[in-house]
């Protein structure tokens, strides 16, 4: 277990379903290297999944080039926070004002916390997911 209060991991991919493999099994041995049991990391991993499935699938248009998807993932006050953070189009809510989506709901569940952040000025989304990691 790495005990560093200032461990992180940061990697930017194109915006594939390559990415979504590469970048869940980093979160998860990421978490698992800082102190995660088992289910904790597969949480984790299936947090980071739908996130960057979301960016993948909806970031970018069909008629933009390849974007990118990016994860930082990094220790902050014994938590794990991660950011998974496209330059696409963003995002946006329903006529009631709540988020759609399964994936979404499912980061809700697994996770301690989660924020959907615009990149204004410039354009994508940021999913920042909270994590304890016991």
């Not at 998860?28 to 949480?43: I, K, L, M, T, V």
Request: proline content about 3%.
């Amino acid at each position: 277990m790495n005990n560093d209060a200032h461990a992180r991991v940061h990697e930017r991919l194109a915006a594939d379903e390559h990415s979504i493999r590469r970048l869940r099994q980093l979160a998860a041995g990421f978490a698992r290297d800082h102190g995660a049991s088992q289910r904790r990391s597969e949480d984790i991993a299936l947090a980071v999944s739908e996130a960057v499935t979301n960016a993948v699938t909806h970031a970018y248009p069909e008629d933009w080039p390849c974007g990118t998807v990016e994860l930082d993932a990094r220790i902050e006050h014994a938590r794990l926070v991660i950011r998974v953070i496209d330059e696409g189009t963003g995002i946006g809510v329903n006529g009631s004002g709540s988020l759609n989506g399964l994936g979404l709901w499912l980061i809700g569940q697994v996770s301690d916390e989660v924020e959907l952040l615009s990149r204004d000025p410039m354009p994508g989304l940021q999913v920042k997911m909270v994590f304890s990691l016991t």
